[in-house]
Antibody
Framework: EVQLLESGGGLVQPGGSLRLSCGAS????????MGWVRQPPGKGLEWVSG????????YYAASVKGRFTISRDNSKNTLYLQMDSLRAEDTAVYYC??????????????WGQGTLVTVSS | EIVLTQSPGTLCLSPGERATLSCRAS???????LAWYQQKPGQAPRLLIY???SRATGIPDRFSGSGSATDFTLTISRLEPEDFAVYYC?????????FGQGTKVEIK
């Protein structure tokens, strides 16, 4: 059974940093692209970033480019999202999601339950 | 960036009725790389349809997707009580993937 478990969310002040982690199990993590999607409270889904199976291709939404960094450790079956220079508008539930294919740029067939990031003073 | 516009914003229907949800793209979606997801309150999204018309594993056949280029449709043939939720379309024809703003299907 595919499982994705996010951690690392919490309350952070504007301008601060946070690192999210997503532990994966139930599939060959190193064979699939992964991504992060966020959802502000009461609002819709926003794609944040994607990374191919070997980290050879990485993409970011314009809203986070230059502030967020996606990475993965295939030896630990873990996906990361380093978030710097956080703003109030980054407040959201952050979902980790598995791509259907190995190259980044497809749809998500499995999702974690999400971790809440709140940016506030 | 491809902008996806979903309509209507809210659909009020009764169980057993047919639901038709629209997703329109600001430019043609490459290879009809369009997916649909269902999200219930407090839950993560669930994949329903990919490639505009292929049902994901375990999805009932009352869910169907159609369309091409810039106009896509999700149809629920007969609404079951568990189908009342928010539905999102997503394009993955571009490396910068985008979602529509969602359509809420609520009980009339």
């Amino acid at each position: 059974e595919v499982q994705l478990l996010e951690s690392g969310g919490g309350l952070v002040q504007p301008g601060g940093s946070l690192r999210l982690s997503c532990g994966a199990s139930g599939f060959t993590f190193s064979s699939y692209a992964m991504g992060w999607v966020r959802q502000p409270p009461g609002k819709g889904l926003e794609w944040v970033s994607g990374i191919s199976f070997n980290a050879g291709s990485i993409y970011y939404a314009a809203s986070v480019k230059g502030r967020f960094t996606i990475s993965r450790d295939n030896s630990k079956n873990t996906l990361y999202l380093q978030m710097d220079s956080l703003r109030a508008e980054d407040t959201a539930v952050y979902y980790c999601a598995k791509d259907f294919y190995s190259g980044s740029g497809s749809f998500f067939d499995y999702w974690g339950q999400g971790t809440l990031v709140t940016v506030s003073s | 960036e491809i902008v996806l516009t979903q309509s209507p914003g809210t659909l009020c229907l009764s169980p057993g009725e047919r639901a038709t949800l629209s997703c329109r793209a600001s430019q043609s979606v490459s290879s009809n790389y369009l997916a649909w997801y269902q999200q219930k309150p407090g839950q993560a999204p669930r994949l329903l349809i990919y490639g505009a018309s292929s049902r994901a594993t375990g999805i009932p056949d009352r869910f169907s997707g159609s369309g091409s280029a810039t106009d896509f449709t999700l149809t629920i043939s007969r609404l079951e009580p568990e189908d009342f939720a928010v539905y999102y379309c997503q394009q993955y024809g571009s490396t910068l993937r985008t979602f529509g703003q969602g359509t809420k299907v609520e009980i009339k």
